[in-house]
């Protein structure tokens, strides 16, 4: 063995034990925060990882595989390539949605990997351009501040309301927008006001308190589905859960994470650890913001100080539907007759294995009658911006998932914001009638119901 | 170094003229596009290519190759990259034509029951497209779930169920093929079984990538069996299993697929994604399948539940349900990659015995795993004797990739010793290249030598695979093992 390679060996080991020393370098990742070699090392090449990538099955390009990409990110390490925009495009091209984690028989974490690298690659080539103006000012500026997504779902608002909406749109306006941006503005939901700040911090459960629980407001989530946390409020407080609603909280950082930019990440996670210091269960309706706060410990992973911390916190996070299934939910008892299809989002099917559950939520309802989605837990495209920052892939799996899409259902239910608003452009996109719902407002519909009937509250 | 902006450097001759066939995007040439394709599913050996092209029709791959002919740069067809002997990985400088975008079902005719499809066809899609209509495609590679059919031909691919059903070239009716010449060929004719003239079909397959490149191929498709029950068997020891084996082959029946993993073998599935919850104190568990006419199946079940208890079996249950059963079936078929779970790297063997000599010969594999300080786990298609010794080591550790190479090598050398072969199903490729001394003469090799250069005259396609060639053979596993200290090695693929 060379001398060079002798360099290699000592420093990867050093990598696979790796104890939080920032000074260090791992082949040509020279920057803070080093990836963690011993992911890479579990992986095999064997390759069953492939067909379940949908970049792969786009595209067909090793590079463009969750193993090729874990090979680069190796390489790299091992000082064969450099950090350049050549190794940043496939990393960057992953939608994350950790399709291949399911289908990786050795466990190799290919999603904590990638965020890795791209914080790797944020600090060798910061953002410049317009991806650079997007960065810092949606997640740099907006999406950390609650205050600024309030105002922007303010302003969104009087867009809808005040009528420019119905004049952009007539007029041809939105026509200068590049086509996928036009899409999504034609199926922005009606923006409603955000829960947090609204609803007091505790709401008392209907009845007997049988626990204690916070629930996380999530940005995106709070802005575009207020009416989805008002449901999610609801259901819980009906099946005895006292819910806290505290106002420190912030963006889960799942987007900065994703888009490379970890401190900003860990400045939110911080935020959360403290914000929801005071309970033991924390409650996620959104798919992408629970799985990020479950992998608080893998951000942390190179500071000793926060770690424990945030293993504690990440322990405490739950699914909402899962928590509801788990916890014996009460069985609405009236028809709400409908055809529905489930979509599994990713981050709730392949990131936190959360299947059977809101799928036995749905079913559990009298008169749903669930229609089996084809690949349901193939990305519909959306996978936080990606559908911004890649609207030519994005679109062609938001095609894919429409044409798998079951003619005659009425509805869509799924997890995840992300996936409703991608979804419902879909509909819009191929002329289709089906509403998009989340799973807890389909339970949430079906207690009012229950409640018209009796003409009284339900007890739980 | 590395903060300079990447510039893009400009293709060469060569690569423009491959980008005039197949447009523009569809040819990578820069390092970084191409590090990935440096290996296959076997990674003890590496080459750098000197391009990709993605082709999408027969038209596109006669036209390259005839392009490649011209300019005399050696190519390679590469189908998922899982295969486990170094079939589609370069030496170094070769062109590879990626046949993945060509994966089109061209017709189906379940009346005839053959289907036709282009060789990036996905292995699974294919039961997977006509499992409703109640037919399946038999070879079953446990990197079915992304392995390419046309890979399986080149690779004459097995599976789990080929102890009765045979392995790919018994499933492959007609072929398209593009010769080295860049001519387009049709052999084998459907529904034909026996054509005049040279069994081309038979060649072909199995043929490692070096005879021509396959476009197009017609396969069988079977009905689904009737019925189908699945038996787990728990032994405390090997022997044990391995006599059980021996006496369900003897007493007549033929298990679509008669399945051992030995200790070490089970500790790594079950740390992995699919654990079943086996016994971690057994020394193997046999995992018995028999499929058929619904009436015959359970008398065959009692006669193997018979054959295991007379076996000291200490624990055998029939599988209650179809989850159950498909359970155990990902538990052994992510077997191969589920051994990063417990080893940094591993090292697969594919030895094939004769059935009777299994535990004399697990027990000279025992020695071999003694005498090299390597942790040797066995899976293996017990029934058809097809053994898969896979080495443990960790690259990371210096010598220890030489000693699981030598090691590997000496399991294969006990194979042959006892009347075997080394490759069932893997391929030689690069890794068995010079094993192939150990069960041919030079006579022998030289016969099969000649045919490849009626095909493939100026060695231009996939070069220094399948033979050992004098001098360049060692040259590559020397080339290799520079890379052994940091590089994990193999992994599942193709054959499996």
């Known amino acids: ?125 910061p953002l410049t351009g317009f991806a650079g103006v997007l960065n810092k000012t949606l997640l740099r500026g907006i999406f950390p501040n609650l205050k600024r997504m309030k105002t922007l779902g303010g302003l969104m608002r009087f867009y809808q309301k005040s009528g420019i909406q119905r004049i952009a749109r007539k007029t041809g306006l939105l026509n200068i927008m590049p086509t996928h941006l036009k899409d999504m503005e034609s199926i922005l939901p009606e923006v409603g006001k955000p829960v947090l700040g609204r609803y007091p911090e505790v709401v008392p459960a209907e009845g007997e308190t049988k626990q204690r629980v916070g629930i996380l407001t ?76 479950k992998e608080y410990d893998e951000l942390f992973r190179n500071d000793p100080e926060m770690l424990p911390l945030a293993e504690e916190f990440s322990a405490k996070i739950e699914d909402v539907s899962k928590f509801l299934y788990d916890n014996d939910f009460d069985r609405p008892k009236t028809e709400v007759k409908t055809k529905i299809t489930y979509h599994d989002a990713c981050h709730l099917a392949h990131g936190q294995g959360v299947r059977f559950e809101p799928r036995q939520l749905l079913k559990e309802i009298p008169g749903v009658e669930m229609v089996d989605l084809p690949d349901a837990d193939r990305c519909c495209g959306s996978a936080g911006i990606y559908n911004l920052t890649h609207p030519e892939m994005a679109g062609a799996l938001l095609d894919r998932k429409m044409d798998d899409i079951p003619k005659d259902v009425e509805m869509i239910s799924m997890g995840n914001p992300g996936c409703m608003l991608q979804i419902a452009m879909g509909v819009q996109k191929h002329g289709r009638s089906e509403k998009v719902v989340h799973t807890v407002q389909l339970l949430d519909w079906a207690y009012e119901k229950d409640k018209e009937k009796l003409g009284k509250p339900v007890e739980s | 170094m590395n903060r300079k902006k990447h510039r893009r450097e400009k293709p060469d001759a060569v690569v423009q003229r491959l980008m005039n066939i197949v447009g523009e995007r569809e040819v990578f040439y820069l390092k970084e596009d191409l590090i990935s394709y440096e290996c296959d599913g076997y990674t003890m050996s590496k080459g750098m290519p000197k391009a990709v092209v993605f082709v999408k029709s027969t038209e596109h791959v006669s036209a390259v190759v005839r392009c490649l002919n011209e300019e005399k740069i050696p190519y390679i067809a590469r189908g998922a990259g899982t295969g486990l ?310 690259a990371s550790i210096p010598g220890q990739s030489e000693r699981a190479a030598k090691a590997g090598s000496e399991c294969l050398k006990v194979c042959a010793d006892v009347g075997g072969s080394i490759t069932g199903e893997h391929g030689v490729g690069i890794e068995k290249s010079a094993e192939m001394r150990f069960i041919f003469s030079d006579a022998e090799m030289t016969a099969q030598t000649n045919i490849r250069a009626v095909f493939n005259p100026e060695d231009l396609l996939n070069p220094g695979k399948l033979f050992p060639q004098p001098g360049q053979c060692v040259e590559i596993k020397q080339a290799g093992q520079g890379d052994r200290s940091t590089v994990p090695v193999n992994a599942m693929g193709r054959g499996d």
């Open chain 1, 1 to 125: 063995m060379s001398a060079e390679e002798n360099r290699l060996v000592t420093m990867l080991n050093a990598g696979k034990n790796d104890t939080p020393c920032q000074t260090k370098t791992l082949g040509n990742f020279l920057w803070d925060d080093l990836p963690d070699a011993t992911k890479w090392a579990d992986c095999v090449h064997c390759g069953m990882c492939l067909e379940a990538c949908p970049t792969y099955q786009e595209t067909g390009q090793e590079q463009h595989s969750p193993r090729g990409r874990v090979y680069l990110i190796k390489s790299v390490a091992e000082g064969k390539i450099d950090v350049n925009e050549a190794f940043s495009k496939p990393v960057f091209d992953c939608l994350d949605c950790r399709a291949c984690e399911t289908a990786c028989p050795a466990d190799v974490q290919v999603g904590g990997l990638i965020e890795e690298a791209r914080g790797q690659i944020r600090q060798a080539m």
């Open chain 1, 218 to 293: 999530g940005c995106i989530m709070d802005v575009m589905f207020s009416d989805v946390n008002e449901a999610t409020i609801r259901v819980l407080t009906h099946n005895g859960f006292e819910v806290g609603l505290p106002k420190q909280q912030g963006c889960c950082g799942a987007l900065h994470v994703h888009a490379g930019d970890r401190e900003t990440g860990k400045k939110l996670a911080k935020q959360n650890i403290e914000a929801f210091k005071d309970y033991d269960k924390i409650l996620v309706n959104a798919a992408g913001c629970g799985c990020a706060l």
């Open chain 2, 85 to 394: 002997s170094g079939g589609a990985t370069p030496l170094g400088g070769e062109v590879i034509i990626s046949l993945v975008r060509m994966k089109r079902m061209l017709h189906l005719d379940l009346e005839n029951r053959k289907a036709v499809v282009e060789p990036g066809f996905i292995n699974l899609k294919l039961t997977q497209s006509i499992s409703d209509k109640g037919y399946y495609y038999a070879p079953d590679p446990s990197s079915q779930y992304a392995c390419t059919i046309g890979g399986n031909v080149a690779e004459n691919s097995g599976g789990a169920h080929c102890l009765k059903y045979g392995v790919t070239t018994n499933h492959i009716l007609g072929l398209e093929v593009v010769l080295p010449n860049g001519e387009v060929i049709e052999i084998g004719e459907e529904g034909i079984p026996d054509q005049p003239g040279y069994d081309l079909l038979g060649l072909l397959t199995g043929s490692e990538g070096t005879l021509g490149i396959v476009t197009k191929i017609t396969v069988k498709v079977l009905k689904n069996p009737e019925g189908k029950k699945t038996v787990l068997a728990y032994y405390d020891d090997i022997n044990d299993a391995s006599q059980a084996v021996s006496e369900i082959i003897a007493a007549g029946i033929i298990p679509a697929a008669l399945e051992m993993m030995d200790s070490i073998a089970i500790e790594g599935v079950e740390s992995a994604a699919y654990p079943v919850g086996h016994p971690r104190d057994i020394a193997a568990f046999l995992l018995i399948e028999v499929d058929g006419i619904a009436a015959g199946i359970d008398d065959q079940i009692d006669e193997i539940l018979t054959v295991c208890k007379h076996n000291n079996v200490r624990e055998v249950k029939v599988a209650k349900d179809e989850a159950e059963r498909g359970l155990w079936w990902a538990n052994r078929k992510m077997g191969f990659g589920a051994m990063g779970a417990i080893s940094p790297d591993y090292l697969v063997q594919d030895g094939v015995i004769p059935r009777t000599r299994l535990p004399e010969v697990l027990g000279k594999i025992a020695e071999i795993s003694k005498k090299y300080e390597l942790r040797i786990a066995n899976i293996f298609h017990a029934g058809d004797g097809n053994l898969h010794p896979l080495i443990l080591f960790d």
